[in-house]
């Protein structure tokens, strides 16, 4: 395409590419909806497994609905030994997101409905999918720490189930709980671009695991997924409320960027900081430790005082980070949880793009030369 009108949405920033019932964003007020529910009842009151009955059927389930979600979801959390095999083999310092993405892509031979792409056959295969990832998730952990691993119990919830095959032990309450949220608030957010990477790889007619294997590797890059690992690390490096402010002003003025503040929709608080800060509030309180958790509610005032004005509040990866560290889960598997939780959200996007789907094949703007004359190699200089 050229021509001298043409208008360029770099990052197709504001671009509308689809309807969705998905979710809804109000950046301006801080407001979160999936599927119309409110994000904060949705944390207060649901499970992971009822989210996810809730984004692939755009309604809440029944009971027995939900139970048999949450058999099925039991019954499938099995990965091929193969595929296990692999994983192991990988080199020791191999990215946890790319033995997520292989994993994954390996996984599509093995289902039986891989090619049928009706909505019915690609609900039952997110199914199988989001059983199979948390898995992979907690598979990776043992592996890098070089653990034997631990096979998927066939009692446990999803986040239960999770920290089991992770620790070997079965998880306290308020760990569970905190897991079952954190991948209730990560299960969902419109179309950043890993969903966006998705839903261009179905947009072809491709299968549903393809489309994830573009959602994981697009969630790989530091400006997606990534930035609690960094925010976890500032707030070590900051160690105490006392010296919150000197650091974030000496940072602030040396231009570097506060990870887990800002976000290119929302321009108020992000309402699932604030459920990750209440709930990092009470692992604090259980294990009687506060000195991160003052930390950072000092660099959250400094930054507001700062920068609120400018719509700079904390985003959702300022107090996970720190949750995380203190349920003794390892940075390098921050972003992967996030890939597991959000299978979810891409899963039912893509069911959800399919049902009117229209090749996704945006145009760029040419201004490079035309018309240059072919000169054979021998005669170039
Ligand atoms: N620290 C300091 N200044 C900031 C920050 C920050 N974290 N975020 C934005 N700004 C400033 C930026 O310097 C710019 O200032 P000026 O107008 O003076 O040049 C202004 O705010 C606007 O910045 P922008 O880069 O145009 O805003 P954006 O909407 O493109 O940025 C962002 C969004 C997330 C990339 C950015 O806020 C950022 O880099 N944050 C830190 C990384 C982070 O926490 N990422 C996680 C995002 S949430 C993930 C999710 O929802 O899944």
Redesign the pocket.
């Known amino acids: 395409m050229s021509g001298s009108d043409v208008v360029i949405h770099k990052g197709l920033e504001n671009i509308i590419i689809t309807e969705t019932t998905l979710s809804y964003i109000d950046g301006e007020k801080g407001i979160l909806y999936y599927a119309g529910y409110p994000i904060e009842d949705l944390a207060k009151y649901s499970t992971f497994e009822e989210v996810c009955f809730l984004l692939w059927y755009n309604r809440l389930p029944k009971r027995k609905e939900l139970d048999d979600l949450k058999k099925n979801l039991i019954e499938n959390a099995d990965i091929p030994w193969e595929i296990v095999d692999f994983m192991k083999k990988t080199p020791k310092n191999a990215h946890p997101m790319d033995i997520m993405k292989t994993a994954v892509s390996a996984l599509g031979p093995y289902d039986p409905e891989l090619e049928d792409n009706s909505k019915e056959a690609n609900i039952r295969k997110a199914i199988r999918l989001q059983a199979k990832v948390g898995t992979i998730t907690a598979y990776i952990y043992r592996i890098k720490e070089g653990l034997d691993i631990i096979p998927p119990s066939r009692r446990l919830g999803y986040a239960e189930n999770f920290l089991y095959m992770m620790f070997g032990k079965e998880p306290d309450k308020l760990s569970s709980r905190i897991i079952d949220v954190a991948l209730i608030l990560h299960a969902e957010?419109e179309l950043?671009a890993s969903t966006t990477a998705a839903l261009t790889t179905i947009s072809t007619l491709s299968d549903i695991y393809s489309a994830i294997v573009s959602g994981i590797a697009a969630l790989k890059g530091p400006?997606?997924g990534g930035?609690n690992e960094k925010?976890l690390e500032m707030l070590k490096e900051i160690k105490t409320p006392e010296r919150a402010e000197e650091y974030i002003k000496k940072a602030?003025a040396e231009k570097k960027?506060?990870?887990?503040?800002?976000?290119?929709v929302y321009k108020a608080y992000d309402p699932r900081a604030r459920i990750f800060k209440e709930y990092f509030r009470k692992l604090c309180e259980q294990k009687n430790e506060w000195t991160m958790y003052q930390t950072a509610e000092k660099v959250e005032e400094v930054m507001i005082n700062l920068?609120g004005k400018?719509g700079?509040f904390p985003?959702?990866?300022f107090y996970s980070g720190a949750v995380y560290d203190m349920l003794g889960i390892p940075s390098y598997l921050f972003t992967p949880m996030f890939a597991m939780a959000r299978t979810s959200g891409w899963t039912a996007h893509v069911i959800e793009y399919l049902q009117d789907n229209r090749l996704i094949r945006p145009r760029a703007h040419y201004i490079g030369q035309l018309d240059l004359k072919y000169i054979p190699i021998e005669q170039r200089e």
């Open positions: 957010h950043p400006l997606h930035a925010a602030l960027r506060i990870m887990g503040f800002g976000h290119r920068l400018k700079i985003n959702i990866d």
